[in-house]
C-alpha cells in the first residue's frame, strides 16, 4: 500500500467491507491510471475499477484520502503507477512458471499481465480479503492458474507454508516471489521469518520482488519495519540468500517512466529484484531483518 495511505477501516459497501482501506485507496489509483490515455498511462488494469468500486474514484473520496497525507494526489497516482509498472517488468522478464503474491490485496496481476497465461499464480492472504476479491471478480477469467490461498504470514506458526504445498507449488522448481507493499507492516522478528520460510521454498535461480519503505516516510501507525537505504535493502537481502539484489529509489523508478514531476529526489521509498543463490541454506535468524528500528 503507498506508505501514508489512510489506515480507518472506512468502506463504501458490503462487497468491500472487509477489505483494508490501504488496499481500497491503493486500486483506485490504479484505476485512476487506467483512465489516462492509452498513450499516456503506464499500464491498463481492467479490474481496478471493479475492486475499488466507483465511489473510491469520485473526488470527495479522493479529497478524504489526499487530506489524510502530505503528498498530493498526482503524486501518488505516479508514485503508484510507476511501482505498478517497475514490478510488471520485472516479473515479465522473471517469466516465473510459479508465482508467489504474499499479501496480494487487490493485486490483479493474475488477470492482466500476458506473461503469467498459464503459470501458476499463487496468492496468500487473510481469508476476508481474498474471498472479497473473488466476490468482486467473480465475471472475470484470470490468464494464469490462479490459486487464493488464506494464510496469516506474520503468524509464528506459518501454517500459511503447508496451505500453499497442498495447493501445488513446486519447491524443487524456480519460482517468483512478490512482496508489494508488504514489508512495512511486518515487525523486524516477523519479516526474519518470512524471509528466512520463503529462503526454503525458492529454489536456485528464483527471484524475488519486494518493496520497502524509507525511515523518513510519511507512514502510517501501522507501518513497523522501515530501511534507511539502498545499502541496508541489499544487505538484507543477501543475509537470506538473495544475490545481484538490484534495488531503485522510487524517484529512480519515476525517471525509468518519465514521472518525476511530482516524485520529490529525496522520497524515501525502495523497489528491489534478487536472484535465489546456489546454496539452499538460508543465512541469519529470526529477528535478523533490522538492527536499529521496528516502530513507525
Request: charge should be negative; hydrophobic fraction near 40%.
Amino acid at each position: 500500500a503507498p506508505a501514508s495511505a489512510a489506515t480507518a477501516a472506512v468502506h463504501h459497501d458490503t462487497a468491500r467491507a472487509a477489505v483494508p482501506t490501504t488496499a481500497i485507496s491503493t486500486c483506485s489509483l490504479r484505476a485512476l491510471e487506467s483512465l489516462k490515455p492509452a498513450g499516456e498511462r503506464l499500464f491498463s488494469d481492467p479490474c481496478a475499477t471493479l475492486l475499488c468500486g466507483e465511489d473510491a474514484l469520485s473526488g470527495e473520496q479522493q479529497s478524504k484520502w489526499i487530506q489524510a497525507t502530505s503528498q498530493s494526489l498526482d503524486f501518488w497516482v505516479d508514485f503508484l503507477a510507476t511501482r505498478t509498472r517497475w514490478i510488471d517488468d520485472m516479473v515479465t522478464m522473471a517469466r516465473p512458471e510459479q508465482l508467489v503474491i504474499l499479501g496480494a490485496g487487490l493485486d490483479s496481476r493474475a488477470y492482466r499481465l500476458e506473461i503469467l497465461r498459464g503459470a501458476s499464480v499463487y496468492e496468500v492472504d487473510f481469508a476476508e480479503v481474498l474471498e472479497a476479491k473473488a466476490a468482486l471478480l467473480a465475471e472475470q477469467v484470470p490468464l494464469a492458474q490462479f490459486r487464493p490461498l488464506h494464510g496469516n504470514l506474520g503468524a509464528e506458526e506459518e501454517a500459511w507454508v503447508q496451505i500453499l504445498m497442498t495447493a501445488g507449488f513446486k519447491p524443487g522448481q524456480k519460482s517468483t516471489w512478490l512482496l508489494e507493499g508488504l514489508t512495512g507492516y511486518l515487525t523486524e522478528v516477523e519479516l526474519g521469518r518470512l524471509f528466512k520460510r520463503v529462503a526454503t521454498l525458492a529454489a536456485p535461480g528464483s527471484r524475488l520482488i519486494a518493496t520497502f519503505v524509507g525511515k523518513e516516510a510519511n507512514k502510517t501507525s501501522m507501518h513497523r519495519y522501515v530501511v534507511a537505504d539502498e545499502v541496508q535493502v541489499a544487505s538484507l537481502l543477501s543475509t537470506f540468500g538473495w544475490v545481484g539484489a538490484e534495488v531503485f529509489s522510487s524517484s529512480a523508478v519515476a525517471r525509468l517512466y518519465g514521472r518525476t514531476s511530482h516524485i520529490p529526489e529525496e522520497y524515501p521509498y525502495f523497489l528491489s529484484a534478487s536472484s535465489r543463490g546456489e546454496t539452499s541454506h538460508a543465512h541469519g535468524h529470526e529477528g535478523d531483518a533490522n538492527d536499529d528500528d521496528e516502530g513507525a
